[in-house]
């Protein structure tokens, strides 16, 4: 009788452990993660955006991947592009309203006469329209959608599709670091084209 306590305390504690090993799928996403932070390209899980068609193709639906990339002595404008036919394709809601740093003030009392608001709405900067997504075929087709503003660039995609054997059958744990370079590379080239754009 003691035999088979020992043996079901044995089983349940061995059950324990494997309950609490991450699976595969968890395992390839931790390593993609973990080698997009030490890239610099801080992933994050986050819900998504509803300007982004998420799960089931419906906006704002489910989770997806941010990656971000900081510029150190960038300014990007405040912008937002959708993938439409493997381009970058500029959110035509979108409307930047941030206020600019140097402004000329009127006074209240001119103002009210003349129609004038502290407020500016600024042309935005769609300098990336119908650029190609250029990326590796493993991460192309995953990518949703793209924002910028400040010193950042930040990409949106469904990473865990990246790591999923159904989504990419042809997933290979050592191509990870090769795609993220890729990856890296595209963010800082579209960066550069509308810092181009801007001091135009």
Known sequence: MGILIGVVIVLFVLGSMMALKPNG???????LRMTAR???LNPKLVACPDW???????YGRGMMGQYCLVLENTQLPHTRYQVIDGQWRPDSSFVDTTKEDVRLNIPSAIRSTQGHT????KKTNFSLDKTPLDLPVSVEPFVKGLLTKANSIIIYWEDIAYVRPS?????QQKLIEADLLVLKQNLENWALQMQKKTAE
């Open 167 to 171: 989504t990419n059958p042809a997933y």
């Open 52 to 58: 982004i068609k998420g799960r089931d193709n419906e």
């Open 118 to 121: 502290n407020t500016a709405v």
């Open 38 to 40: 030490r890239l610099q």
């Open 25 to 31: 799928i968890d395992q390839r996403l931790d390593k």
